[in-house]
């Protein structure tokens, strides 16, 4: 999917109603059930199954949010988070670690990257998901309201 795609009627109610989400997880089963739930929740959705598909993705689509598995072949998702954070294009982006490896929580916060937005460990719960993705939203958007402001004065 490299587009962001409403799905059905969720798509225009719901607690995430409108946003646009990319969710990348190497694993189909989790990234169908991460995409349904955010489907569910009104979002505008988005996936990419590797690091490589997700920085094109990303650059692309340019998400509010991005939920990023850690472990994953090849160009593994620290690397995309560090690409992510340190490219100008998608610095802005907010990005939610999921992940069944609540032991990478030091390696990512212990970079020089500026932090993740939310970090998840796996299994996740669709309700949880869904307030997390809501914080991390409600935070991104007063952080550019605090941006426009500054470059208003």
């Known amino acids: 999917m490299t587009e962001l795609e409403p799905h059905g009627h969720a798509a225009h109610a719901g607690p995430l109603a409108g ?3 990319l969710v990348v997880d190497d694993e189909e089963d989790i990234r169908t059930f991460l995409l349904a739930v955010f489907a ?3 979002a505008e959705i988005a996936e990419a199954a590797d690091g490589t598909e997700a920085l094109a993705v990303a650059t ?3 998400p509010e949010l991005v939920t990023l598995d850690l472990s994953m072949p090849g160009h593994d998702g620290i690397d ?6 340190r490219t100008p294009a998608t610095a802005d982006i907010a990005i939610c670690i999921v992940t069944g490896h609540p032991e990478f929580r030091r390696v990512i916060y212990d970079r020089a ?7 998840m460990t796996k299994p ?3 309700a949880e998901l869904v307030r997390t993705a ?7 958007d007063r952080r550019a309201a605090r941006t426009v402001d500054t470059h208003r004065a």
């Open 134 to 140: 809501r914080r991390i939203l409600g935070l991104a």
């Open 80 to 85: 995309v988070f560090c690409e992510l954070r």
């Open 60 to 62: 692309a689509l340019h």
């Open 40 to 42: 569910d929740a009104g």
């Open 124 to 126: 996740v719960e669709p």
């Open 113 to 119: 990257e500026a932090p993740p937005d939310g970090f």
């Open 19 to 21: 946003r646009r989400i």
